[in-house]
């Protein structure tokens, strides 16, 4: 049972915009500390796509965004495309647990 | 920037087994550094972080007691010692740097080590 809580699946045609969402609570997302999502392509390291709750690093689509708001933060993606199904990741850190977690992660499948 | 983990293998139920980080292409001692796990089919897990000079370290409850983190920024790696280990602790052990101070995001990660724990 993973601390943040994320929908094991997502889908989206082609072109569709798709959101992941991403629930914790008031030890850590609730806390103020910040949100980070990562793409996870099959059999390959996980890749940094949000930092800082909105903030794309270089290179990184701007079809990719995330927010945050109270004790719940969300990537979206608009215009899918086929090479975005994979997996995706939150992560933030936890005041109760003194350490950093991760959701369960999201398997996005484009249609 | 570049992370490349070694020392994964197949070890049997109460062994042990020691995994290297080397990292190049930043300048390691000024960073960070967290060990990631990843079990067959699952999620993320947060095994352990170091912060820059060794001073401080963390462990999620899973593994606190039985793992040992450490680094030596002479050399520019970063160790996982993992004791008393058990089936559970059979995954993808990816090394990851941190890029702030505090409760920071990581970025970039190796390609990870597998660690099958069995019989």
């Known amino acids: 049972q993973s601390v943040l809580t994320q929908p094991p699946s997502v889908s989206g045609a082609p072109g569709q915009r798709v959101t992941i969402s991403c629930t914790g609570s008031?030890?850590?997302?609730?806390?103020?500390?910040?949100v980070h999502w990562y793409q996870q392509l099959p059999g390959t390291a996980p890749k940094l796509l949000i930092y800082g709750n909105t903030n794309r690093p270089s290179g990184v689509p701007d079809r990719f965004s995330g927010s945050k708001s109270g004790t719940s933060a969300s990537l979206a993606i608009s215009g899918l495309q086929a090479e975005d199904e994979t997996d995706y990741y939150c992560?933030?850190?936890?005041?109760?647990?003194?350490?950093?977690?991760f959701g369960g992660g999201t398997k996005l499948t484009v249609l | 920037v570049q992370l490349v983990e070694s020392g994964g293998g197949l070890v049997q139920p109460g062994g042990s087994l020691r995994l290297s980080c080397a990292a190049s292409?930043?300048?390691?001692?000024?960073?960070?550094m967290t060990w990631v796990r990843q079990a067959p089919g699952k999620g993320l897990e947060w095994v352990s972080t170091i912060t820059s000079g060794g001073g401080s370290t963390y462990y999620a409850d899973s593994v606190k007691g039985r793992f040992i983190i450490s680094r030596d920024n002479s050399k520019n790696t970063l160790y996982l010692q993992m004791n008393s280990l058990r089936g559970e602790d059979t995954a993808v052990y990816y090394c990851?740097?941190?890029?702030?101070?505090?409760?920071?995001?990581?970025?970039?990660w190796g390609q990870g080590t597998r660690v099958t724990v069995s019989s």
């Open positions: 990851a740097k941190k890029v702030v101070p505090s409760k920071s995001w990581f970025d970039p």
């Open positions: 292409g930043f300048t390691f001692s000024s960073y960070g």
């Open positions: 992560q933030s850190y936890d005041s109760s647990l003194s350490g950093w977690v």
């Open positions: 008031s030890s850590n997302i609730g806390a103020g500390y910040d």
